[in-house]
């Protein structure tokens, strides 16, 4: 066993106890496998952006480094609200500059994402939850 290993997964992931959590078997040793903290710690190392890597952290602790790391942030309900925001702070932007023309394209980027057929119900999903909570927030 590589303590190293369950050391990083830990200063990464802030998730002692995954990375320390003993077997619920009658055999001694952890739940999970040297192998799969490499595994996750690989996905943490291969994320794309910020957005993707607290999303792979957030799974990692709630439902451990098996199960966590094998989640996909693109398909996600996370993803879309990340869209979302995004397309309203374009949106935003060209309100603040007075370009009408960039904040209707915004808009219809936002349609766009909940109209694509390619993307999974997941995304669509968080699109929606991002653009509820807008017409919630509003006054």
Request: net charge negative; no cysteine.
């Amino acid at each position: 066993m590589d303590p190293f290993l369950r050391k990083l997964y830990v200063d990464l992931t802030m998730d002692e106890y995954n990375a320390y959590r003993l077997r619920e078997d009658d055999t001694e040793g952890y739940m999970y496998s040297d192998n799969t903290i490499m595994r996750a710690l690989r996905k943490l190392e291969a994320a794309k952006d910020a957005d993707e890597f607290s999303y792979l952290v957030k799974a990692m602790r709630e439902y451990g480094p098996r199960a966590g790391a094998s989640m996909n942030y693109e398909t996600s309900n996370y993803a879309g609200q990340d869209f979302f925001d995004e397309r309203l702070a374009d949106y935003q932007e060209a309100g603040r500059r007075g370009d009408i023309l960039d904040q209707g394209k915004a808009m219809a980027r936002v349609g766009m994402g909940l109209l694509n057929p390619l993307s999974s119900g997941d995304k669509r999903a968080g699109v929606t939850r991002g653009l509820l909570r807008y017409i919630s927030e509003r006054e």
